[in-house]
Protein backbone atom coordinates (compact mmCIF):
# COMPACT_ATOMS: atom_id res chain seq x y z
CA UNK A 1 0.00 0.00 0.00
CA UNK A 2 1.54 3.75 -1.11
CA UNK A 3 2.59 5.92 1.39
CA UNK A 4 0.02 8.69 1.69
CA UNK A 5 1.93 11.61 3.56
CA UNK A 6 5.67 12.59 2.50
CA UNK A 7 8.43 10.95 4.98
CA UNK A 8 9.95 13.02 7.14
CA UNK A 9 11.78 10.99 9.71
CA UNK A 10 14.19 7.66 9.62
CA UNK A 11 14.19 6.06 12.76
CA UNK A 12 16.48 3.02 13.72
CA UNK A 13 16.35 0.32 15.71
CA UNK A 14 20.11 -0.17 17.27
CA UNK A 15 21.24 -3.89 18.48
CA UNK A 16 21.31 -6.22 15.77
CA UNK A 17 20.78 -3.34 12.92
CA UNK A 18 23.58 -0.51 13.71
CA UNK A 19 26.04 -2.65 15.85
CA UNK A 20 26.03 -6.09 15.94
CA UNK A 21 25.26 -6.58 19.84
CA UNK A 22 23.37 -9.69 20.01
CA UNK A 23 25.94 -12.14 18.29
CA UNK A 24 28.91 -11.49 20.91
CA UNK A 25 25.86 -11.49 23.47
CA UNK A 26 24.94 -14.81 23.03
CA UNK A 27 27.84 -15.80 21.99
CA UNK A 28 29.72 -14.91 25.69
CA UNK A 29 26.68 -16.89 27.59
CA UNK A 30 27.56 -19.59 25.24
CA UNK A 31 30.48 -19.93 26.59
CA UNK A 32 29.94 -19.33 30.06
CA UNK A 33 26.93 -22.02 29.49
CA UNK A 34 29.72 -25.00 28.26
CA UNK A 35 32.19 -23.49 31.34
CA UNK A 36 29.47 -25.31 33.13
CA UNK A 37 28.96 -28.02 30.82
CA UNK A 38 25.36 -27.15 29.51
CA UNK A 39 24.33 -25.76 26.20
CA UNK A 40 21.99 -22.50 25.28
CA UNK A 41 20.24 -23.06 22.43
CA UNK A 42 19.76 -20.73 20.07
CA UNK A 43 16.00 -20.79 19.69
CA UNK A 44 15.97 -20.32 23.63
CA UNK A 45 18.20 -17.37 23.37
CA UNK A 46 16.03 -16.10 20.01
CA UNK A 47 13.39 -15.47 22.31
CA UNK A 48 14.95 -12.35 24.04
CA UNK A 49 15.93 -10.31 21.00
CA UNK A 50 14.17 -7.05 20.37
CA UNK A 51 13.24 -6.96 24.22
CA UNK A 52 14.79 -7.33 27.73
CA UNK A 53 11.37 -9.24 29.03
CA UNK A 54 11.33 -12.40 27.91
CA UNK A 55 14.70 -14.74 28.94
CA UNK A 56 16.69 -14.63 31.94
CA UNK A 57 19.88 -16.56 31.55
CA UNK A 58 21.04 -17.06 35.02
CA UNK A 59 17.56 -18.74 35.78
CA UNK A 60 17.67 -21.11 32.65
CA UNK A 61 21.23 -21.43 33.87
CA UNK A 62 20.25 -22.42 37.22
CA UNK A 63 17.60 -24.70 36.38
CA UNK A 64 20.35 -26.83 34.21
CA UNK A 65 22.26 -27.19 36.84
CA UNK A 66 19.54 -28.08 39.74
CA UNK A 67 21.14 -25.41 42.11
CA UNK A 68 22.34 -21.84 42.52
CA UNK A 69 24.63 -19.59 41.20
CA UNK A 70 27.26 -16.91 42.68
CA UNK A 71 25.56 -14.33 39.82
CA UNK A 72 27.69 -11.68 40.48
CA UNK A 73 30.72 -13.42 39.58
CA UNK A 74 28.69 -15.35 36.63
CA UNK A 75 27.97 -11.89 35.34
CA UNK A 76 31.67 -9.94 35.99
CA UNK A 77 33.27 -12.90 33.99
CA UNK A 78 30.62 -13.10 31.20
CA UNK A 79 30.64 -9.36 31.12
CA UNK A 80 34.47 -9.40 30.02
CA UNK A 81 33.88 -11.24 27.25
CA UNK A 82 31.22 -10.06 26.09
CA UNK A 83 32.71 -6.32 25.94
CA UNK A 84 35.86 -7.88 24.29
CA UNK A 85 33.90 -9.11 21.63
CA UNK A 86 31.56 -5.89 21.23
CA UNK A 87 35.32 -3.72 20.85
CA UNK A 88 35.95 -5.58 17.55
CA UNK A 89 32.87 -4.70 16.54
CA UNK A 90 32.29 -1.93 13.62
CA UNK A 91 28.59 -0.62 11.97
CA UNK A 92 26.86 -2.98 9.84
CA UNK A 93 27.08 -2.72 5.97
CA UNK A 94 25.10 0.28 4.74
CA UNK A 95 24.62 1.61 7.93
CA UNK A 96 26.60 4.99 7.10
CA UNK A 97 25.07 5.06 3.84
CA UNK A 98 21.71 5.37 4.99
CA UNK A 99 22.66 8.15 7.52
CA UNK A 100 24.25 10.22 4.93
CA UNK A 101 21.26 9.81 2.09
CA UNK A 102 18.64 10.34 4.94
CA UNK A 103 20.72 13.60 5.70
CA UNK A 104 20.80 14.43 1.70
CA UNK A 105 17.11 13.99 1.44
CA UNK A 106 16.53 16.14 4.64
CA UNK A 107 14.80 13.81 6.98
CA UNK A 108 14.60 13.65 10.21
CA UNK A 109 16.83 10.63 11.95
CA UNK A 110 16.42 8.99 15.10
CA UNK A 111 17.08 5.84 17.32
CA UNK A 112 14.24 3.73 19.45
CA UNK A 113 15.79 0.92 21.29
CA UNK A 114 14.89 -1.12 23.95
CA UNK A 115 18.58 -1.18 25.64
CA UNK A 116 19.48 1.90 28.05
CA UNK A 117 20.00 5.23 26.56
CA UNK A 118 23.22 5.41 27.86
CA UNK A 119 24.30 1.96 26.11
CA UNK A 120 23.46 3.42 22.51
CA UNK A 121 25.11 6.55 23.23
CA UNK A 122 27.96 4.66 24.34
CA UNK A 123 28.42 2.87 21.37
CA UNK A 124 27.32 5.34 18.60
CA UNK A 125 30.67 7.82 20.01
CA UNK A 126 33.07 4.76 19.57
CA UNK A 127 31.62 4.11 15.96
CA UNK A 128 31.54 7.84 15.52
CA UNK A 129 28.59 8.20 14.25
CA UNK A 130 26.80 10.39 17.17
CA UNK A 131 26.40 13.29 15.27
CA UNK A 132 23.69 12.00 13.16
CA UNK A 133 20.94 11.24 15.47
CA UNK A 134 18.78 14.40 16.49
CA UNK A 135 17.01 11.97 19.03
CA UNK A 136 17.91 8.23 21.14
CA UNK A 137 15.32 7.56 22.91
CA UNK A 138 15.61 3.84 25.01
CA UNK A 139 13.69 2.03 27.59
CA UNK A 140 14.57 4.16 30.57
CA UNK A 141 12.60 7.14 28.72
CA UNK A 142 9.70 4.46 28.98
CA UNK A 143 9.57 3.95 32.30
CA UNK A 144 11.58 0.51 31.16
CA UNK A 145 9.13 -0.02 29.13
CA UNK A 146 11.00 -3.19 25.81
CA UNK A 147 9.36 -3.80 22.88
CA UNK A 148 7.23 -5.20 21.41
CA UNK A 149 5.69 -2.78 23.42
CA UNK A 150 5.72 0.84 21.35
CA UNK A 151 6.15 3.55 24.00
CA UNK A 152 9.84 3.90 22.62
CA UNK A 153 8.85 4.40 19.52
CA UNK A 154 5.76 7.01 20.85
CA UNK A 155 8.71 8.60 22.76
CA UNK A 156 11.02 9.07 19.44
CA UNK A 157 8.21 10.85 17.57
CA UNK A 158 7.51 13.31 19.87
CA UNK A 159 10.80 14.32 20.17
CA UNK A 160 11.40 14.68 16.91
CA UNK A 161 7.98 16.30 16.37
CA UNK A 162 7.00 14.13 13.01
CA UNK A 163 3.75 11.75 12.84
CA UNK A 164 3.79 8.14 13.03
CA UNK A 165 2.51 7.67 9.02
CA UNK A 166 5.49 10.09 8.37
CA UNK A 167 8.00 8.01 9.64
CA UNK A 168 9.83 5.04 8.77
CA UNK A 169 11.51 2.44 11.20
CA UNK A 170 14.55 0.38 10.16
CA UNK A 171 14.33 -3.00 12.30
CA UNK A 172 15.76 -6.55 12.84
CA UNK A 173 13.81 -8.35 15.20
CA UNK A 174 10.05 -9.69 15.45
CA UNK A 175 9.62 -7.62 18.82
CA UNK A 176 11.61 -4.47 17.25
CA UNK A 177 8.81 -4.70 14.02
CA UNK A 178 5.61 -5.41 15.95
CA UNK A 179 6.77 -1.91 17.97
CA UNK A 180 7.08 -0.17 15.44
CA UNK A 181 3.71 -0.93 13.61
CA UNK A 182 1.90 -0.65 16.62
CA UNK A 183 2.86 2.97 16.56
CA UNK A 184 1.94 3.67 13.25
CA UNK A 185 5.06 3.20 11.36
CA UNK A 186 6.06 1.93 7.98
CA UNK A 187 8.37 -0.34 9.12
CA UNK A 188 11.30 -2.35 6.87
CA UNK A 189 13.09 -5.28 8.53
CA UNK A 190 16.47 -6.07 8.39
CA UNK A 191 17.03 -9.58 9.95
CA UNK A 192 20.70 -11.05 10.79
CA UNK A 193 21.85 -13.69 11.50
CA UNK A 194 20.59 -13.92 14.83
CA UNK A 195 17.02 -13.20 13.69
CA UNK A 196 16.32 -14.44 10.16
CA UNK A 197 14.17 -17.61 10.92
CA UNK A 198 12.15 -15.40 12.84
CA UNK A 199 8.65 -15.22 12.39
CA UNK A 200 8.19 -11.42 11.32
CA UNK A 201 4.92 -9.72 11.73
CA UNK A 202 3.96 -8.03 7.85
CA UNK A 203 5.77 -5.09 6.72
CA UNK A 204 6.52 -3.22 3.88
CA UNK A 205 9.99 -4.59 2.98
CA UNK A 206 12.54 -7.13 3.74
CA UNK A 207 15.74 -6.90 3.19
CA UNK A 208 18.70 -9.20 3.91
CA UNK A 209 21.12 -6.29 4.28
CA UNK A 210 20.87 -2.79 4.14
CA UNK A 211 23.42 -2.63 0.86
CA UNK A 212 20.63 -4.44 -0.40
CA UNK A 213 18.59 -1.13 -1.57
CA UNK A 214 19.68 2.32 -1.51
CA UNK A 215 17.67 4.42 0.87
CA UNK A 216 15.83 6.96 -2.03
CA UNK A 217 14.80 3.65 -3.88
CA UNK A 218 13.09 2.14 -0.89
CA UNK A 219 11.41 5.60 -0.50
CA UNK A 220 10.42 5.39 -4.08
CA UNK A 221 9.16 1.94 -3.90
CA UNK A 222 7.02 2.81 -0.59
CA UNK A 223 5.71 5.65 -2.69
CA UNK A 224 4.61 3.80 -5.18
Known amino acids: MPRTEPLRALIFDFDGLILDTETPDYRSWQETYAEFG ?15 DFFNPYLYLEAQLGRPLDRAAVKAQRKRRDNELLAAQQALPGVEEYLRAARALGLKIGIASSARRAWVTGHLAR ?3 SDWFEVVRGQDDVNGRPKPDPAVYH ?14 ALEDSPNGAAAALAAGLTCIVVPNEMTRDLDFPPVARRLTALTDAPLAQLIAELGR
Open 155 to 168: AALEALDVPPAAAL
Open 127 to 129: LGL
Open 38 to 52: VELPLDVWRRNIGST
